[in-house]
């Protein structure tokens, strides 16, 4: 079956400082990776998407690669902000159907 | 361009009672979703459609929980009777399958809460 493996949390972090949230998966097929943000008191929003080994995903100066090798899709993003704290949630589709999420990461920034 | 429009978004019943949620995909969209969030179990399928068809229920957790999709422009979710353990926030979401890697559209929630 297909899963998703991301890291425990919570994780906290200083204004400024770099962010990698660890991303593993399994999958039957050739799965789709993403990674959703979920602010508080709000739905998921998709942050960034790839669709074949080797993309990169970016938005608002987070980035995560599609390794196809360590089957991984790390996110990154190199100056984190208080307006980042939020849950995120690695996912992977495939064939477009059905999401599989990993458990989610709260990510505290302090000033 | 509208998003996955979700009502009520916050909901407060007793025990008992027949919940609706209801859920308005993005046009277009041929895949619906319905995922229920807790605390203790995290983000949950409970099922979906395609063209309006049931694809997978085994996520419904038991009798009480009923969904339909009568058309490709409407979906509901239906608790009865619910039950304090119920309470979670559940989520409808949407995309399309013209083409690869389609990215799933989620609403802002409805915010249950059984006492």
């Known amino acids: 079956g297909n899963s998703v493996t991301q890291m425990e949390g919570p994780v906290t972090l200083s204004e400024e400082a770099f962010l990698t949230i660890n991303c593993t998966y399994t999958a039957t097929g050739y799965p789709s990776l993403f990674w959703y943000v979920q602010y508080p008191g709000e739905g998921l929003q998709l942050l960034l998407k790839a669709t074949k080994a080797d993309d990169k995903g970016s938005n608002k100066g987070f980035e995560a690669t599609y390794r196809k090798e360590t089957t991984s899709f790390h996110l990154e993003k190199g100056s984190v902000q208080v307006s980042d704290s939020a849950v995120y949630f690695c996912?992977?589709?495939?064939?477009?159907?059905?999401?599989?999420f990993g458990t989610g990461t709260r990510l505290t920034i302090i000033p | 361009d509208a998003g996955v429009i979700q009502s009520p978004r916050h909901e407060v019943t007793e025990m008992g009672q027949e919940v609706t949620l209801r859920c308005k995909p993005i046009?277009?969209?041929?895949?619906l979703f319905w995922y229920r969030q807790t605390m203790m179990r995290g983000l949950e399928l409970l099922i979906y459609?395609?063209?309006?068809?049931?694809?997978?229920d085994s996520g419904m957790p038991e009798d009480r929980f009923s969904a339909k999709m009568p058309n490709a422009s409407f979906s509901t979710l239906k608790i009865q009777p619910s039950e304090p353990r119920d309470s979670a926030v559940y989520f409808c979401?949407?995309?399309?399958?013209?083409?690869?890697?389609?990215?799933?559209?989620f609403g802002e929630g409805s915010w249950l809460t059984v006492v």
């Open positions: 459609f395609n063209n309006n068809v049931p694809i997978d």
């Open positions: 979401a949407s995309s399309s399958t013209d083409r690869a890697g389609n990215t799933i559209y």
């Open positions: 046009s277009g969209h041929d895949y």
């Open positions: 996912a992977l589709s495939v064939l477009s159907e059905k999401l599989t």
